[in-house]
């Protein structure tokens, strides 16, 4: 089992080039197979959810030719299977979108119920609700998800509870569907936009993407285009965060400003400098006694649930007392028994974390419970003294693409291992 080994204590400097964005990609994927022509898409992040993803697609029929790293051609002409192995759905989550797009295309679809990072419940009752507002049968026995119809209608649909999951699938159906949909309460996250603009390269008709109504026109067909995904927020926020608990000064490149507001905000707050450029933000953290703060996860635009942990890192540094509340998933403080073993006092009441900021960390070994708490704990042993071993990172190389090595290049003292021997080696080698 590999193994992230970190000598802590040295504060981030330099420039780091933010990948494209995980979850707008998965999306994306999904979506590239809703027409008979090739597609081609760019700037596609190289982590462990889209080669998953990929080998999905790939299992039910559809050619993909990885161009290079980064980018790949799907043609999806010769679909022979509607039906999604589990095997590949128990591994990530976001298979599901496959649920929109095939019931979309072929009217008919199979897929089994969810896995993904174990942060609470997320149920896909609102998925569900949308497919049958467009005139589809859903069906749930054995485990399975089986949603078909004779043919899809346009309708009006409220979601219940803003969900980005269901706000995609419901906008993949609708787009080949009859007629004119309306979502309301829809979710706003940049992702979400990011595939209504891949759909309407293809020749879609979606409009109110990134607002809390979408309206779609139904077209009878798409047809094939060139995309590159936005780039990833969460991997810049964590850069960011990351930059701030080691007191460093980082260049974040890569990056639509406009996307990350709510992080800025928040790192403002803490007595971080901000400056930001076009495509870039620059952390400054460097000499200063970061100051405590009240967070509260919210959707889009709101702080993000999946810069949660991170920003808990940063405030278990902070002066004084800060609380972070989780509104979006009710598992998402899992991770906070292992940052206490590494100095952080905090309490957990119901969904609020209640942080005394301290000093510094002390270096220990942690598991990693999910994709962002991993990269959480990374900064954590960044910013501890001696040396921290994070287990378990098969989470976070879910996400995070080439994680060490940008970490590397910004002067952290990390190496990913896989035995006992490779981490004494690595021990004598730091001390």
Do not use: W
């Amino acid at each position: 089992m590999e193994q992230y080994v970190i000598k802590g204590g040295t504060p981030l400097s330099g420039n780091v080039d933010i990948s494209g964005a995980k979850n707008a990609a998965l999306a994306i994927l999904a979506a590239s197979i809703m027409t008979d022509e090739t597609v081609t898409i760019e700037n596609l992040p190289d982590v462990r959810d889209i080669n998953v993803m990929l080998g999905a697609m790939q299992d039910i029929g559809a050619i993909v030719d990885r161009v290079d790293k980064h980018t790949v051609r799907i043609n999806g002409a010769h679909i022979e299977d509607v039906a999604v192995d589990y095997e590949y759905i128990k591994k990530i989550r976001a298979s599901y979108y496959l649920l929109g797009s095939l019931l979309g295309k072929y009217r008919s679809a199979e897929v089994a119920l969810p896995g993904g990072c174990d942060i609470g419940s997320r149920p896909i009752d609102l998925h569900i609700k949308g497919f049958k507002a467009l005139g589809a049968q859903v069906d749930i026995s054995y485990g399975l998800i089986s949603a078909k119809a004779q043919r899809l209608v346009g309708n009006h649909i409220y979601l219940d509870k803003v969900s980005v999951g269901a706000t995609i699938n419901i906008i993949m159906a609708a787009a080949l569907a009859e007629g004119r949909t309306v979502i309301e309460n829809a979710a706003k996250e940049p992702h979400v936009v990011d595939v209504a603009n891949f759909l309407n390269s293809m020749g879609a008709n979606i409009r109110g993407a990134g607002t809390d109504v979408i309206r779609i026109v139904g077209v009878q067909m798409l047809h094939g285009t060139e995309y590159s995904v936005i780039p990833d927020q969460i991997e810049a926020g964590t850069f960011m965060f990351a930059a701030a608990a080691t007191h460093g000064d980082v260049m974040v490149r890569n990056v639509i400003p406009k996307h990350l507001e709510a992080t800025t905000a928040k790192l403002l707050e803490t007595g971080c400098e901000i400056i930001e450029y076009d495509d870039a933000i620059r952390v400054i953290s460097r000499n200063i006694q970061l100051r405590h703060t009240q967070v509260t996860t919210l959707p889009y635009p709101g702080f993000p649930t999946d810069m949660q942990p991170q920003m808990t890192v940063v405030l278990g540094l902070a002066a004084g007392t800060s609380t972070v509340t989780e509104s979006i998933f009710e598992n998402r403080f899992k991770y906070v028994d292992e940052l206490r073993r590494m100095g952080a006092n905090i309490q957990v009441e119901s969904n609020i974390a209640i942080i005394s900021g301290g000093d510094r960390y002390t270096g220990a070994r942690v598991s990693a419970p999910d994709l962002r708490a991993g990269a959480a704990l990374v900064i954590a042993g960044l910013a501890a003294d001696g040396i921290s071993i994070i287990e378990d990172i098969q989470y976070i190389q879910r996400g995070y693409e080439d994680f060490e090595e940008k970490l590397a290049g910004l002067g952290a003292i990390i190496e990913k291992t896989s035995t006992e021997r490779e981490i004494q080696k690595f021990v004598l080698k730091a001390s």
